[in-house]
């Protein structure tokens, strides 16, 4: 009976710690650093690089960036920024490719991953994050 009475409070001492986040104050969370006013621009000039042709490219963002918990899958970063949107770049003939999704992940304000196209930047886009 005790070890049912003190399993108990375990699990209600870790759901008292599940309350939702105010998303307005979810721009200042320490684990990874207030996202930059400028993010945009960072995650653009990041974009750049993977880009045949980054001249002329139009970006779309999603609203609000959102943060996410790595989890495991980077080694030394457990939670981060996801940015959404779109890229619409230029190909080699200087005609667009067609708008395409991306996902950047940045932790503080600096981005360490990107996907282009791919089913995670898809999700991410259309407010799956």
């Known amino acids: 009976m005790i070890r049912t009475t003190g399993f108990l409070c375990f699990l ?8 939702p986040s105010d998303p307005n104050e979810s721009r200042y969370a ?4 207030p996202l930059a006013d400028d993010y ?6 990041d974009l750049a690089h993977t880009l045949g042709n980054s001249e002329g ?3 779309t963002f999603e609203p609000s960036p959102s943060i996410v918990n790595m989890g495991k899958r980077r080694a030394g970063v457990r939670y981060a920024w996801y940015v ?4 619409n770049a230029k190909d080699p003939t200087g005609g667009y490719t067609g ?3 991306f996902l950047s992940v940045l932790s503080h304000n600096v981005v360490i991953d990107r996907e282009v196209g791919s089913s995670h930047a898809r999700e991410c886009s259309e407010g799956h994050s």
Do not use: E, M, N
């Not at 209600?12 to 309350?19: D, E, H, P, T």
């Not at 959404?84 to 890229?87: L, Q, R």
């Open 57 to 59: 490219a139009i970006y």
């Open 84 to 87: 959404c949107g779109t890229v």
């Open 99 to 101: 708008a395409k999704p």
């Open 30 to 33: 320490t684990p990874i650093g």
């Open 40 to 45: 945009q621009d960072r995650v653009k000039a």
């Open 12 to 19: 209600a001492f870790l759901a008292s710690g599940c309350a």
